[in-house]
């Protein structure tokens, strides 16, 4: 497991098989049976994130962003690649490559079983033009500086490497450090030194405003059972209805609550 560096390291070139490293890691750590229940439970938020179930109010977003995502991972040339996951304690997108990772670094603040890196994307502790493939998925919006944090991802992809972003446009705030909303003209300007940015939104404005919705039921809610409840009934209800309005939108995305980014360096 990496430690947080003040000084830039190379990350070891050796390729290694990241479910070993991740056993590895569970079978050393001191309380055995804690650290198997919190893998296992970021492991299934990962897989909520990547496959929403249609009660999920977030269901919009998350699936239009796997769609987006697989086909932008699917243009990206060759195998064994390095892989940095910035704000990497759940890798949802993780599985989209397949059996074409070498090696695959998590960078979090939060350390957990599946961060590789304890540290923050302001400063990445790795050596420069090292990466091919870097994800910054929902993370930027919690940053202090969002153009830091783009600045460093940009100095530790190799050129050519692909980084796949995506953000929060219009969304309640869900934590206390959430400080940052970004929209198309915005994200063009702190991409602006990679070389070709492409920026999808995550469903049109019907869609929006469903999941919009959604997000407000979620935080009324409060209560666990009421939330369980709004997953059988209203999310799905809301979520279907988003799903097959939203050729309605005719491609305006004036109100899109989230983007997706791919920008190659
Ligand atoms: C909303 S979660 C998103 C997790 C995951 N990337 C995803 O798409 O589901 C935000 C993550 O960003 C991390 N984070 C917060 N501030 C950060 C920073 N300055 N640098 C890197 N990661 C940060 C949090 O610890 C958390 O794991």
Redesign the pocket.
């Given at each position: 497991m990496f430690e947080f560096m003040a000084t830039p390291m190379a990350v070891p070139s050796t390729a290694r098989s990241n479910v070993s490293a991740r056993d590895t890691r569970v079978e050393s750590a001191a309380g055995a049976s804690r650290s198997s229940k919190t893998t296992f439970s970021a492991a299934t938020?990962?897989r909520q994130?990547l496959y929403p179930s249609i009660g999920n109010p977030h269901y919009l977003v998350l699936a239009k962003r796997r769609q987006i995502f697989a086909e932008w991972i699917g243009q990206i040339a060759g195998d064994n690649l390095r892989v940095l996951?910035?704000?990497?304690?759940?890798?949802?997108?993780r599985p989209l490559l397949g059996i074409r990772v070498a090696q695959y670094v998590a960078?979090?603040?939060?350390a957990t079983e599946m961060v590789d890196l304890v540290?923050?994307?302001?400063q990445i502790p790795v050596e420069s033009d090292l990466f091919d493939v870097v994800?910054?998925?929902?993370?930027l919006q919690?940053?202090?500086d969002p153009a830091v944090?783009i600045d460093e991802i940009y100095r530790v992809l190799r050129p050519g490497g692909s980084f796949l972003l995506?953000v929060p446009s219009s969304s309640p705030r869900?934590?206390d450090?959430d400080g940052w909303r970004f929209l198309p003209p915005a994200l063009r300007t702190l991409l602006r030194t990679f070389s070709h940015v492409i920026i999808m939104p995550e469903g049109g404005t019907i869609s929006g405003f469903f999941r919009t919705i959604n997000s407000y039921l979620y935080i009324f809610a409060r209560r666990p059972l009421l939330t369980k409840a709004l997953g059988f009934t209203l999310f799905p209800a809301l979520n279907i209805a988003g799903l097959m309005l939203d050729r309605f939108s005719n491609g305006n995305d004036s109100y899109a609550v989230n983007y997706s980014v791919l920008a190659i360096k």
């Amino acid at each position: 497991m990496f430690e947080f560096m003040a000084t830039p390291m190379a990350v070891p070139s050796t390729a290694r098989s990241n479910v070993s490293a991740r056993d590895t890691r569970v079978e050393s750590a001191a309380g055995a049976s804690r650290s198997s229940k919190t893998t296992f439970s970021a492991a299934t938020e990962s897989r909520q994130r990547l496959y929403p179930s249609i009660g999920n109010p977030h269901y919009l977003v998350l699936a239009k962003r796997r769609q987006i995502f697989a086909e932008w991972i699917g243009q990206i040339a060759g195998d064994n690649l390095r892989v940095l996951d910035v704000g990497g304690r759940v890798q949802p997108y993780r599985p989209l490559l397949g059996i074409r990772v070498a090696q695959y670094v998590a960078l979090d603040p939060v350390a957990t079983e599946m961060v590789d890196l304890v540290g923050a994307g302001e400063q990445i502790p790795v050596e420069s033009d090292l990466f091919d493939v870097v994800f910054c998925t929902q993370v930027l919006q919690l940053v202090d500086d969002p153009a830091v944090v783009i600045d460093e991802i940009y100095r530790v992809l190799r050129p050519g490497g692909s980084f796949l972003l995506s953000v929060p446009s219009s969304s309640p705030r869900f934590a206390d450090s959430d400080g940052w909303r970004f929209l198309p003209p915005a994200l063009r300007t702190l991409l602006r030194t990679f070389s070709h940015v492409i920026i999808m939104p995550e469903g049109g404005t019907i869609s929006g405003f469903f999941r919009t919705i959604n997000s407000y039921l979620y935080i009324f809610a409060r209560r666990p059972l009421l939330t369980k409840a709004l997953g059988f009934t209203l999310f799905p209800a809301l979520n279907i209805a988003g799903l097959m309005l939203d050729r309605f939108s005719n491609g305006n995305d004036s109100y899109a609550v989230n983007y997706s980014v791919l920008a190659i360096k």
